[in-house]
């Protein structure tokens, strides 16, 4: 949940790709058997990863509406879906997390997260109204920093608090990808101001294990435009590198 939005007009805001691209659909990484594509899902149009390597896919993130369209995706690709990689409890990120689950998909979350995961009702608060979301467990809770592998793939968590205490970002070093969630955007950062925000921690953890990656790091945001390091380094105003 959540874009801190500029005043000024930014090809990043929320509202404005709503606007313009009812549906994003990017392939973005093709090679040795691996394909990894993002799709806009949901209400809040939500960016789930999808990453197939030898047969198997690996779901980044699972808004309301997206079991159905990944699902349909892997029987039309004949693939079993493996894995589900939470990167934090936000319903706009976990409302299908429940269906996946019982679909098969072993869950990961990072630790501080995973109890907002495991007991919605705890996370009651950023619901809109006439919403209620399934809990759901958590197989593997991460540490910060852990590395683990799906397949062939060698994935590492990175704490990331700041937008919610137990933020994650999952780097796929080998295909130079990171999923952030809602914490870094293309030319923005995240909310800080919902409950377990905290802006200071949200800033210095950018800086500190997201700037620290190569600047060639494709970066996929919770919502909007792809990015990479190297460009929100130059051209992010609020969250600068350390000198
Ligand atoms: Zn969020």
Not at 7 to 22: A, F, M, R, V
Not at 47 to 59: D, E, M, S
Request: glycine share 8%; net charge neutral; proline share 5%.
């Amino acid at each position: 949940m959540g874009f801190k939005s500029k005043n000024h007009s930014s090809k990043t805001d929320l509202n404005e790709i709503s606007g313009l691209i009812p549906f994003l659909k990017v392939n973005i990484y093709n090679q040795s058997g691996i394909t990894v594509d993002v799709l806009s899902i949901g209400p809040l149009r939500t960016n789930v990863g999808l990453v197939i390597c030898q047969g198997y896919g690996i779901v980044i993130d699972a808004p309301p509406e997206s079991a159905e369209t990944i699902f349909s995706i892997a029987l039309e690709k004949k693939i079993s879906l493996k894995a589900l990689l939470i990167t934090h409890y936000h319903w706009d990120h976990i409302g299908s997390a429940s269906i996946f689950r019982k679909k098969g998909l072993a869950v990961y979350a990072y630790a501080l997260d995973a109890p907002f995961i495991e007991h919605t009702a705890r996370a009651k608060l950023l619901l809109p109204l006439d919403f209620s979301i399934e809990s759901c467990k958590v197989d593997h809770i991460l540490s910060d920093g852990e590395n683990f592998m799906l397949q062939e793939l060698s994935i590492q968590a990175l704490w990331i608090p700041g937008h919610t205490e137990g933020g994650a970002a999952y780097y796929f070093k080998d295909l130079s990808i990171c999923f952030v969630g809602d914490t870094l955007f293309a030319g923005t950062v995240g909310r800080s101001d919902l409950p377990g925000g905290n802006k200071h921690a949200l800033f210095e953890n950018i800086r500190k294990k997201l700037y620290s990656l190569p600047d060639e790091i494709q970066v996929i945001p919770g919502h909007g435009w792809l990015t990479t390091i190297g460009k929100e380094k130059k051209e992010n105003s609020y969250v600068r590198p350390k000198k």
